[in-house]
């Protein structure tokens, strides 16, 4: 099982940017598909941007065009890149390991800490 470290998170401006990081532990991290989520109090948490084995990735239409997921295999880190950020961005983000079944994804951890991302206006 792979374990999962958010971090670089915090305040910024509106359109501002930040990169967050998603640190695995694990042999086998390089053959895991990886997604950031993200969750603010009283709804679900969102599946925001993928990225597979192969490094191709996917997106919500919310965040196409401004956010950049990617991955280092050889660090075992997964990073998302966030510019032009709005206060609508503003949650606890959230890295998994995911499982593709039918047309959907399903996050195979437990979920860590997360770390808070905060766009003022």
């Known amino acids: 099982q792979v374990q999962l470290v958010e971090s670089g998170g915090g305040l910024v401006q509106a359109v501002g940017s930040l990169r967050l990081s998603c640190a695995a532990s694990g042999s086998t991290f390089s053959r895991k598909s990886i997604g950031w989520y993200r969750q603010v109090p009283g709804k679900q948490r969102e599946l925001v941007a993928v990225?597979?084995?192969?490094?191709?990735?996917n997106y919500t239409d919310s965040v196409k065009g401004r956010f950049t997921i990617s991955r280092d295999n050889a660090k075992n880190t997964v990073y998302l890149q966030m510019n032009s950020l709005k206060p609508t961005d503003t949650a606890v983000y959230y890295c998994n390991s995911l499982l593709r079944s039918a047309s959907t994804w399903i996050a195979l951890n437990y979920w860590g800490q997360g770390t808070q991302v905060t766009v003022s206006s």
């Open positions: 990225v597979d084995s192969d490094g191709s990735t």
